[in-house]
């Protein structure tokens, strides 16, 4: 009997996650006029401008260490979080629209070749992919994270070069 209580409590749980979550993504949708705002400007020199400067720590460090305002610099950084991830949902929301727009010269029809839909596929999913790996880094690490980890903290190989006696012959016997 308890058995079938912990299987109710975990479709339970597992059902109000997916409300959770289908609530959450349609608030997404196109048709939501402040994600239209958002995506308005998005490529635009300057919306490029801004999502350069969303990402530069460089005003933090120097509120933090030249100021002297670490509270003001983490203000920053709490907002340059969330606004990195705006941009990021903004990013994926017109990626989503340029996938919805119909190709010119295609009748309804008349679809691409089995073979581009797979390709397209392919790409979709690794722009979502590469997408939501920034978006976690940002969500987890901050907007100052770098997506690609550095490999400093490993030393490097020795120089292992052989020495010509290092090389020589070590049988100096003929063969009988």
Request: proline letters at 6%; hydrophobic letters at 45%.
């Amino acid at each position: 009997m308890t058995i079938a209580l912990v299987y109710a409590f975990i479709a339970l749980l597992l059902v109000l996650g997916l409300v959770v979550f289908l609530r959450r993504s349609a608030g997404d949708q196109p048709g939501d006029e402040a994600s239209q705002d958002l995506v308005r400007g998005l490529w635009d020199p300057a919306g490029l401008n801004v999502a350069e400067r969303i990402f530069d720590p460089a005003d933090y460090f120097w509120l933090r260490d030249q100021v002297g305002f670490p509270r003001l610099a983490e203000s920053l950084y709490r907002t340059r979080r969330q606004m990195a991830l705006d941009w990021l949902r903004a990013v994926r929301q017109s990626f989503n629209e340029l996938l919805r727009t119909p190709e010119p010269g295609l009748s309804e029809d008349e679809g691409p070749a089995r073979t581009e839909t797979g390709a397209m596929l392919r790409q979709v999913l690794r722009f979502h992919f590469v997408l939501t790996y920034a978006y976690l880094v940002v969500c987890f690490f901050g907007p100052y994270h770098r997506l690609v980890p550095g490999f400093r903290f490993m030393h490097p190989l020795p120089d292992i070069r052989l020495q010509g006696e290092a090389i020589g012959v070590t049988h100096r016997g003929g063969i009988h």
